[in-house]
């Protein structure tokens, strides 16, 4: 096989892969994981089972593939645009954020709770999306990725408070909204918008304490103009 050959078979495997992790994305999302067989995998996807296991080895090798695929997936969109002004990278970065989890919910779950029961494999995975996440709006308010332990606990604290106020989120229903005036439903949820900049909002005021705590770790300066709906990093109590 020469290198034009080679190189051809392994773009098609590489598609052929892709395509299986994109077909177990769905299936996951609406059927647990000890619901779904080898078998009824195989058959929902229309291939023999034996490709799966070439592909992946095993049924959990398989989910582990696709976690770590919308793991990826939810990295590149919480923490691209990385070009922008500090603080507009801050908000972009919970914009997508939220934007994945309103679209994978299934997918969202898995990375947020651990996956299947206490699985340690997909729990590392999960750690490690919370550190890329972590030190993505540690650069985009500071700089730099790497900051004072104190700094980065008070990170996490947020960090975890948005992962439960975001499974709740997407847990509500989606209907009780009033896009006129943009008052909360008693029985619905927030639209996108408005939980992002609820949840800009309190990383503006960690940010404030960060700062009380770690001089070297000032928080970014407030956009120009005046306090408004769209100068959502301004601190919870609305004062420069």
């Not at 972590?134 to 004072?148: L, T």
């Not at 970014?220 to 408004?228: A, I, K």
């Amino acid at each position: 096989m020469n290198n034009s050959q080679q190189r051809g078979s392994t773009l098609r495997s590489q598609t052929r892969r892709a395509e299986l992790i994109a077909i177990g994305r769905r299936l996951f999302a609406d059927t647990s994981y000890d619901a779904l067989s080898m078998d009824d995998i195989a058959k929902q996807a229309g291939v023999a089972k034996g490709l799966i296991y070439y592909y992946f080895t095993s049924k959990r090798g398989y989910y582990l593939a696709i976690v770590e695929d919308s793991v990826a997936e939810l990295v590149a969109r919480a923490g691209g645009d990385t070009d922008l002004p500090g603080v507009e990278r801050v908000r972009r970065t919970i914009e997508g954020y939220l934007a994945y989890a309103e679209h994978h919910q299934a997918a969202y779950r898995t990375i947020v709770t651990g996956g299947v029961g206490s699985d340690a494999e997909v729990l590392a995975i999960r750690d490690a999306v919370r550190e890329e996440l972590v030190a993505a709006i540690a650069e985009g308010a500071y700089g730099r990725r790497e900051i004072p332990p104190i700094a980065r606990l008070a990170l996490v604290g947020w960090l975890a408070a948005v992962e439960g106020t975001t499974l709740e989120w997407i847990a509500a229903p989606a209907d009780g909204v009033d896009a006129a005036d943009g008052v909360d439903g008693v029985d619905g949820r927030p639209d996108r918008d408005r939980l992002g900049a609820l949840l800009v909002r309190q990383l503006r005021a960690t940010l404030t304490v960060i700062g009380e705590f770690v001089p070297e770790c000032p928080p970014p300066p407030l956009p120009e103009g005046p306090f408004g709906q769209a100068d959502d990093l301004a601190p919870v109590t609305g004062r420069a």
